[in-house]
Nanobody, 122 residues
């Protein structure tokens, strides 16, 4: 059974930074596309970023230039570095994994973590 565990969320002031981590069980990371989605209260879950096993990356327009997704296959971990955070970035952030980039982008990934709360507020 695949397990994804997120960490690194918290409360940060506007303009600040956070780095989220997602630790994957077993050796699935190297074989899968990994992604981050987020869901704000009362809103749908939306793609933040995704990275393929070959290093291809997709970002949502709302985070381009501010967020960076990366992966360390040796550590079975994917990261989301978030800079210049805004109040509208407040959401629960979910890590996910799937064989196909299209499924991750659509939010139809096979595997999901439990989520970590990110709150941007002064």
């Amino acid at each position: 059974q695949v397990q994804l565990v997120e960490s690194g969320g918290g409360l940060v002031q506007p303009g600040g930074s956070l780095r989220l981590s997602c630790a994957a069980s077993g050796s699935i990371l190297s074989r899968n596309v990994m992604g981050w989605h987020r869901q704000a209260p009362g809103k749908q879950r939306d793609l933040v970023a995704a990275i393929s096993s070959g290093g291809s990356i997709v970002y949502s327009d709302s985070v381009k230039g501010r967020f960076t997704i990366s992966r360390d296959n040796a550590k079975n971990t994917v990261y989301l570095q978030m800079n210049s955070l805004k109040p509208e970035d407040t959401a629960v952030y979910f890590c996910n994994a799937d064989r196909r980039l299209s499924d991750v982008v659509r939010g139809d990934a096979d595997y999901w973590g439990q989520g970590t709360q990110v709150t941007v507020s002064s």
